[in-house]
């Protein structure tokens, strides 16, 4: 069933040589200890782990699904998904990037974040069990009142509790303004929470004691809209005092859906009938207490999308090493086999170094949003905070829809190196290009991470966000721009630095005489700008590997190879984008509704 070998090399590359969080991690009072070594010798464990833990579940995981006992309302995850979820709690990994007052190790969420690629990429299923519980403690450590915080922090830190967000329901889905649960308080301060609930990843399961789940629910008398929204705390077992489990609380699980992709992931329908909740945050706050856990969730699907990248990646090329079949077009490259591996043709190598390309731009991409995280939260420079939280906003809806669209692509250009054997499950590809189109729905649609970038990011601002990022490419691109050897690099950037500075104004202006604008411009401008941020960290890695490409080592020349087919065959598609976006709304929205 193939294989996964965590990308350590390219890890430390980017972290250490691209990024150097070392120097950026002294900076930081929390993190000052936190050296090099330390992060390598937490990302070589990650590695063992997930190679020789998680990847063997994978597939088995996905054949045999989750179990759903109707009488009881339980499910049961695939053989093994327990025992390995033991394993996981028992080495502290829960506890990585958490609180050390609660419990947690304290280390840097960038270190986090890469452990995080290697669990996607050898169980993406099973990933989302402890996932969502990650996005629970930060909502809970942001938002909740000092009770809370002791009760349910260091169950979560520890891994015997797992969590969940209820948010979406059957009539509204993404507007949660429509959402109808309710919640009706009682003398003891408590609530009781009454509605259903859909598409709840991990809602039940058989891998830990008890799932706290944070609802979306109206209180009696709320405003209208996303303005009337509160947040609960709602576990599946009400805690006692001491952290000990106690009754059954009323919120069950009503089925689990059959599903394209993930089924070794309960997602569920959840009921609830009076169950009894505690609100997190002040009344109708609750969007802005839970868009602490929107947005973990979304810089979290971004790295499953990097994740299920670089495993479709490995495999297909193993898979083109081996294969023969043909010729070499330009001659004989094996003549003592009777056909040449399939790697010698041009466009197996193509496919090939898209994946490539896809999640070495990922990577980069994902850890830099990640230090900015840690400097955003850690950092004791209050404009450096306000500074990296403005670039983390700008980025995150960049980081969820631009990565999932490429492993979209990835996935499937990695099963098509397969040829038909890809279509076939037992080699394993055609799980990766299932689970990779969910990821392009959930925790906000790519189309509304578009709209959210465009709209509300950029436009909302007068650009001012997009400008700061603008103006750091600038400053990369006036300093290399007199080297020679930099040029196949800096002069495309320059370009398209130009290019989206052009358009923004352009789409601006038309939108202040026509909203659907934004809408009809939205998706093609978010893959503009992303190819933008690819290659302004591409052109950063290509500087590093020209310096060291005499080393010796020839991951450095591996590096500029990619580089160089980003440049060549990726980067030219936002010709084509900024052609749709400047197109207008009007072919869009000229045809009547029932002409169609």
């Not at 830190?157 to 919640?183: V, Y």
């Not at 909302?460 to 690099?489: P, Y």
Request: hydrophobic share 40%.
């Amino acid at each position: 069933m193939g294989q996964y070998i965590a990308p350590q090399r390219d890890m430390q590359f980017v972290l250490h040589e691209l990024l150097g969080v070392e120097a950026e991690l002294k900076q930081l009072p929390a993190y000052e200890e936190i050296d090099a070594d330390i992060i390598n010798q937490v990302l070589e464990e990650g590695g063992k782990f997930t190679s020789q833990v998680l990847f063997p579940l994978n597939h088995s995981g996905d054949r045999e699904g989750c179990h759903y006992d109707k009488e009881n309302h339980t499910v049961t995850t695939p053989k093994g998904f327990k025992a390995a979820y033991e394993q996981y709690v028992a080495a502290g990994w829960p506890a990585l990037s958490c609180d050390p007052e609660f419990g947690g190790q304290g280390l840097p969420l960038v270190v986090n974040n890469s452990f995080y690629e290697m669990m996607n990429s050898a169980n993406q299923a099973w990933t989302m069990y402890p996932g969502l519980s990650h996005g629970a403690y930060e909502c809970i450590h942001e938002h909740g009142s000092a009770e809370q915080k002791a009760l349910y922090l260091p169950k979560l830190i520890s891994g015997e509790w797992t969590g969940t967000m209820c948010l979406t329901e059957a009539h509204c889905g993404t507007d949660l303004g429509l959402l109808r649960s309710k919640a009706e308080p009682q003398a003891d301060g408590s609530y009781k929470i009454t509605g259903n609930k859909i598409f709840i990843s991990a809602g039940e399961h058989d891998m830990a004691e008890n799932i706290v789940h944070l609802v979306l629910a109206r209180l009696p008398g709320a405003p209208e809209g996303s303005k009337g929204i509160s947040l609960f705390v709602t576990p599946k077992f009400l805690p006692n005092a001491d952290g000990t489990i106690g009754a059954r609380n009323a919120i069950t699980c009503g089925a689990i859906e059959e599903k394209m992709g993930i089924h070794a992931n309960s997602t569920c329908q959840m009921n609830m009938d009076g169950a009894t909740g505690w609100l997190i945050g002040g009344p109708h706050k609750g969007l802005q207490a839970m868009f602490v856990f929107m947005n973990a969730a979304r810089l979290g699907v971004g790295m499953q999308g990097l994740g299920l990248t670089e495993i479709a990646y490995q495999n297909a090329l193993v898979y083109a090493k081996d294969r023969i079949q043909m010729r070499s077009l330009s001659g004989v490259k094996a003549p003592d086999k009777a056909a040449d591996p399939i790697i010698v043709h041009p466009d197996v190598r193509r496919m090939l170094l898209t994946a490539k390309a896809y999640a070495e731009g990922a990577r980069a991409f994902c850890s830099y949003v990640a230090l900015q995280l840690d400097k955003e939260l850690n950092h004791p420079d209050e404009e450096v905070r306000k500074e990296c939280a403005d670039q983390v906003a700008l980025l995150t809806p960049i980081v969820k829809a631009f990565i999932t669209d490429n492993a979209w692509t990835a996935t499937s250009e990695c099963l098509q190196v397969y040829g038909g054997h890809g279509f076939i499950a037992e080699w394993g590809m055609e799980q990766y290009v299932r689970d990779a189109r969910i990821n392009m729905i959930y925790e906000g649609t790519n189309t509304i991470q578009s709209l959210d970038l465009l709209g509300r990011k950029i436009l909302m601002d007068n650009g001012a966000k997009l400008r700061k990022f603008g103006a750091q490419v600038q400053a990369f691109v006036e300093e290399n721009g007199t080297d020679e050897a930099m040029s196949e690099f800096i002069t495309p950037l320059a370009d398209l630095g130009d290019k989206v500075t052009k358009l923004t104004m352009e789409i601006g202006m038309k939108a202040f005489q026509n909203q659907d604008e934004v809408g009809a411009a939205a998706v093609p401008y978010l893959r503009v700008v992303g190819h933008l941020v690819y290659a302004y960290f591409f052109a950063r890695m290509a500087k590093i590997a020209l310096a060291k490409q005499d080393s010796g080592d020839n991951f450095y020349k591996a590096k500029l190879a990619t580089t160089r087919f980003y440049f060549a065959r990726l980067l030219p598609e936002t010709a084509t984008l900024i052609r749709q976006a400047r197109s207008g709304s009007a072919n869009l929205m000229a045809l009547e509704a029932d002409l169609f």
